[in-house]
């Protein structure tokens, strides 16, 4: 019998269950345990990123007129935020809509859990997948493209809340429109498209200077590109702000869009999330 098992046993015999936090934690092991089982998953996931990365900043290498900087270091933070958004909204939306479909939720719904440990165990997945995403990056964004750490603690500090925040955001969105596919089937197509575009309009892809306005205007909607903004504001030197639509980092209005989206995304997750397939009422 496992420690947590026994763990359990004791609570039981003792009169105490154990409480959300706790299964929340054990859901989370177990969510990590299954996601590094599939190794083709894993590859795929941390890969992705790394990939377009390369290509895009072997591509476009050139340096950026009066940035201070070259296109290839320009990608590095903007494929960080796309790959914090990929291992939450993107993997979440898909994963829980195959759940349902599989009626995998629905059993789960049927035992003493509390709900909010099946949220929590996802939450613990996401936050462990996009800290190693973002690591990766990182370490390849300073070893080949001469990507400088930040020296001021302060950046960092910005850096940890943009994580946080730009996480939590994503990670609820993608709880939300996992609402959205009819099945498990169709979720793929309909959490990925709305994704690719977000990334091509919020500067992933295409630096912000030369994106038209209104496309950027729709982006702003979204937490991506101000995850992009942010980090871009950690990563590079101020010369680079001239850049952004604005010409300056705005770490305050970054702070002030992601905690809002964190909080509409709770909202969207109370009002939509389902349990069971709408095809089975």
Known sequence: MSTTAV????????????????????????????????????????????VFLFLFASIFSDDVRGAGITA?????????????????????????????????????????????????????????????????????????????LPSDLGKWADFGWIFVLGLTACALLGIAISSVPKSGKSATSVVVLPFLVLQFISGVYIAIDTIPDWMLNI?????????CQGLRGVFLPE?????????????????????AWCVGGLLLCLLTFRWKNRRRG
């Open 219 to 227: 982006g702003a909607l979204f937490p991506l590109k101000w995850m």
């Open 72 to 148: 290839s270091q320009l990608y590095v933070p903007a494929m960080m935020a796309a790959g914090i958004m990929s291992t939450s909204f993107q993997s979440l939306g898909i994963s829980i809509a195959i759940e349902r479909d599989e009626k995998v939720l629905r059993r789960l719904r049927g035992t003493p859990m509390p709900p909010a440990s099946y949220f929590l165990g996802k939450i613990w997945l996401v936050l462990v997948t996009g800290a190693l995403e973002t690591a990766i990056l990182l370490l390849v964004g300073t070893t080949l493209y001469d990507v400088k």
């Open 239 to 259: 010369s680079a702000k001239v850049l952004e639509q604005a010409g300056d980092w705005e770490f305050g209005r970054i702070a002030l869009v992601l905690g």
């Open 7 to 50: 763990r359990a046993d004791r609570q039981t015999a003792s009169g105490r269950l154990p409480g959300a936090w706790g299964l929340g934690l054990q859901r989370g092991a177990l969510e990590i345990r299954q996601f590094f089982r599939q190794r083709d998953q894993v590859v795929f996931t941390f890969a992705f990123p790394v």
